[in-house]
């Protein structure tokens, strides 16, 4: 992948020598004719052509082949989707690499958010960000090894419902202690989500650590946002989270109580949250 990233940045340094727009820049490398192809057909030359400054992250060839069987046909053949994907890969400004390290979100053109991380290496929606700071006259553009797909496209394409505004969980009582609960999941607006738990049952006298994991409850990855513990006397906790409601619920998540910090591994009780 570095390999593929300096040889990326080699062929745009040398292929570019006089300044160009995000669009002329974009055509003019063979990596980005699907991205250049999408954009043609959304209409949006004009618009990523005009004065900016944009930061376009822009998945290659690859990544546009990766996607699941069907989706790339089912988002070329409708405009609004189109629109709506490619949209989502524009940040209004001239954000730069070392802007993007001190993110934990954007706001895309589309209105959704796109959630940052620096932790392991940058990583934008998950997607890998393998190449920086190629500058046009009109914006910057950042590759990515994935495209990224705007919740509510997602959605669509499964044939599910985002929910919006909120979400209202049932906590069942998973590991058979008797602890059982509510969830709710609120957008506050402005990339800032409240997520209240509260518990019936709760062993006493101690705290239980919660988390969001990536995935579902019977098959749960790795802790993506933690929670303050809840507390055992009052079985609650509430938190406002400088996280986007539609990351939250756009994605298969698991809202999991641990039983104690020195017993991670009895999950108390656990919901399901978001689309698959």
Not at 195 to 200: A, E, G, H, K, S
């Amino acid at each position: 992948m570095q390999r593929f990233a300096l040889a990326l940045v080699a062929t745009l340094a040398l292929s570019f020598t006089s300044a160009q727009t995000i669009v002329d820049i974009a055509a003019g490398n063979d990596d980005f004719s699907t991205l250049v192809t999408a954009v043609t057909a959304a209409g949006l030359v004009d618009v990523l052509s005009g004065d900016g400054p944009f930061t376009v992250f822009a998945p290659t060839d690859a990544a546009f082949a990766a996607l699941p069987a069907g989706a790339l046909d089912a988002v070329l053949a409708d405009a609004d989707l189109l629109t709506a994907v490619l949209t989502y890969h524009v940040v209004s400004g001239d954000v730069r690499a070392a802007d993007v390290v001190t993110l934990s979100k954007a706001r895309t053109v589309q209105g959704e958010w796109l959630a940052v991380s620096a932790a392991d290496g940058v990583m934008v929606d998950g997607a890998n960000v393998v190449a920086t700071d190629i500058v046009a006259d009109n914006g910057v553009i950042h590759v990515v090894d994935s495209v990224l797909l705007p919740k509510a496209v997602l959605a669509a394409l499964s044939g599910q419902t985002l929910p919006r505004g909120a979400s209202f969980l049932t906590m069942p009582d998973t590991a058979g202690v008797g602890v059982t609960g509510t969830a709710s999941i609120i957008d506050l607006g402005n990339g800032r989500t409240n997520v209240q738990v509260i518990l019936d049952g709760t062993p006493a006298g101690g705290n239980h650590p919660i988390h969001f994991h990536t995935g579902r409850c019977g098959s749960a990855g790795g802790v993506v946002i933690p929670l303050p513990n809840i507390d055992g006397d009052t079985g609650r906790t509430s938190v406002t989270l400088d996280v986007p409601f539609e990351w939250i619920v756009g994605a298969p998540h698991a809202l999991m109580v641990h039983l104690a910090p020195d017993q991670m591994a009895t999950i108390v009780t656990c919901a399901d949250v978001g689309i698959d």
